[in-house]
């Protein structure tokens, strides 16, 4: 049982409780209702660690960790059945999953609410700033704190509109309000792929409930559950998390999303926003490998299409993304491209995982194997921490020198050494570099991935995908750390060192990166925290470094020797330049290369251009097709309207009035000739009586008389 | 005894005498005059068929024939008022002078 359930509301609550007081008013509260903010969240993070360890202690002693709270009953069901079939309730929902996240979103927001307190001190419209913040950390823990789908989808649009809000915070700028309107509207488009998933699955299983899906599948499976479907949800599904986690194609609003403040990017980097979508495909895992109802898994609905589909997205992106990064020259652009690449990972981590948990049973494994799932949910913390880190030490950099464009940076490390310091930790974590925690949970995430290559191998090529990653992201990494503090400074002003509000929360977040990759060591894994199906006492998560098995071994190794490889190379090109940075762009092909990069893979462009060349082509073909028939359609009806209209008016006048009028015509014609006949004298008047008189009798004689007196024999 | 037809005969001629008279003359005392001998066209019409009616005649049309010369004696009394109205008003009786009967 966990107690004091109804505190669970107010994880949620108290970010929004202090989303309606700074809004309305922030204006009279200290540094526009920052303190008030940090306060909720620190309530926030409280409360959720307090059912983190309930829900750790009790999962320990092995019964069942997953806990609904009720909240209140928003559409009654049907009350004939015993289950109120389609009823829709509001409830909260803490199981390891769920608990982990709530801290892990609570805490890195509040390190980011303290770190604006120093960061927007000399912004404008601080209160709407806070405000914006407590709304969307409200929203994500709503999100991670969901019990049905209905209402994720609730407060994952909560963030949404938050996103596009501090986005566009600085919504003077032009190119501020676009980004805004472009991370809404790509993001828009995996949307409606999750709301059609959950329409989906509504039709097929009449409720949103995670617990009721997850044992409904092994009932309904064969009947109105088909393999149709079995793959369908989770694609639609996974469609929303890449949108949200903009995965490709749906990933060119994630850099530039950076015009927003750069604490608003190290938010929807770090700790919402981008790791909904991999929550959402954590939490949906029930449909990539359902669970049999006598516990095991239920090999025949695996939807392996779907599982590849997501693993494949993620190896991909996670090339495509890092290889953007290697020619960025702006500091939070880097970032961005290496949290869609590092995002990748986890999509990677999750679809191997997936993959080989299934392949497993299908073999007839009684073990269910959870290691890539926990090594993917492992990655999404370690990478909340050092994303965190390293996004504001670069919003402490940009604080510094006032701009993002890392060829007006160098030296810095001089002017501001916490900074300099903190965020090489940072960097060394996103390298992989041992023993940070970058370096754990991705060599976790590339060894699964490896390991599931003997049940397809296509995930071979997978992990050689992942390995050029991570060559890749080490060189980005040190690219961008030289540029910005090595070297002499290439910028105007005289940069100095943050205040201490800044800097501490860059050291609290550099301890964690270094030490939350140790949480793999702790008991019996990281799987503890985020486990699948049932607890798992065996499979501790760093079986590839414990195990001793060579290949493994081989293979962390190989990981981590072209990490250093990356990492020498970019301190070869731009430290000690022994190789000048120009010899990338030399020849025609590298700088085609070069411009390819830098351009994104006129993926934007692509994007811009189907915009404004289809869809406009389409508009201007609809216009065409408008003008031509439809309006061609309406003027010939008006035409025949018309014609028809005059031949009616050609009937009126010639023959109904021509009718009428000849008849008046003729008789006023008629009264003008015998008006002559009417002289007014008595005797032509007589004449007239005795002529009539003798016609009558002439022919009364010659029709009455005559033919009778002839007729007589 | 005369026969009936000779005297229908008669009657006849006086009756388109009279017919003539009215058609053509101009002077409204001759027209008056023309009408009278109509009148008595048709009184004798009345006398004769008075005695030819068999088997022995009926008094009642020589009855109708005096009442008839009565009433014509009325009828030329009001026709000359009318003359000597139209005298007054035109300054003539000449019919082809006098247009009144037209709208």
Known sequence: MLENAWLAWLILGSPLIAFVLVGVVGRRLPEGGAYVVVGSFATSLVIALYFLAQVLLQGAVGGTTSFSIPGFTWIPGNPATVTEEGKIEIRLLIDNLSAFMLVLVSFLSLLIAVFSIGYMHEEEGKPRYYAEIALFVAGMLGTVSADNFLQLLIFWEIMGLCSYLLIGFWYHK??????????????????????????????????????????????????SFTPQLATLIPLLLFGGAVGKSAQFPLHAWLPDAMEGPTTVSALIHAATMVKAGVYLTARSFVFLVPIASGGGILVAAVPWTAILVVAIIGGFTAVFAGSMALASYDIKRVLAFSTISQLSYMFLGLGAGA?????????????????????????LMNHAFFKALLFLAAGSVIHAVHTNDMREMGGLGAHMPWTSRTMLMGALALSGIIPFSGFFSKDDILAVTFETGAANPLFYLLWLAGIATAFMTAFYTFRMWLMTFHGEYRGHGHPHESPLVMTSVLLVLSAFTLASGFIAFVTNGFGNFVFYEEPHAALP??????????????????????????????????????????????????????????????????YNAFGSRAVAGFGRATDRFDRNVVDGIVNALGRGTVVTAALADRFDRKVIDGAVNSISLETIRSSLALRTRQTGQVQNYTWVIVVGIAVILALAFILGFLPRTLGRP | MIPVEYELILSLALFCIGLYGILVRKNAIIVLMSIEIILNAAILNFVAFSSYIPPSGDPAGQVFALLAIALAAGEAAVGLAIFLALFETHGTVELDKIRLLRW
Do not use: C, Q
Request: cysteine-free; charged content about 15%.
């Open chain 1, 355 to 379: 993959y080989l948990m299934a392949s497993e049973a299908a073999v007839g494994s009684p073990e269910v194997n959870t290691v890539g799932y926990s090594a993917a949910l492992y990655h």
């Open chain 1, 541 to 606: 998560l760093v079986t590839p470094l414990l195990s001793g098995n060579v290949v493994e071994l081989g293979l962390t190794g190989l990981s981590l020797a072209l990490a250093f490889a990356g990492l020498g190379l970019a301190w070869v090109v731009y430290a000690r330049k022994s190789i000048p940075a120009s010899t990338f762009t030399r020849t025609p092909t590298r700088a085609f290369l070069h411009s390819m990069l830098l351009h994104r893979y006129w993926i934007d462009d692509a």
């Open chain 1, 174 to 223: 032009p190119e501020a309000a676009s980004a805004a309107k472009k991370a809404f509207l790509v993001t828009r488009v995996g949307d409606v792929l999750f709301l059609a998933g959950i329409l989906v699955i509504w039709n097929v299983f009449h409720t949103f409930r995670f617990e009721e899906i997850a044992a409904e599948i092994p009932v309904l499976w064969g009947s």
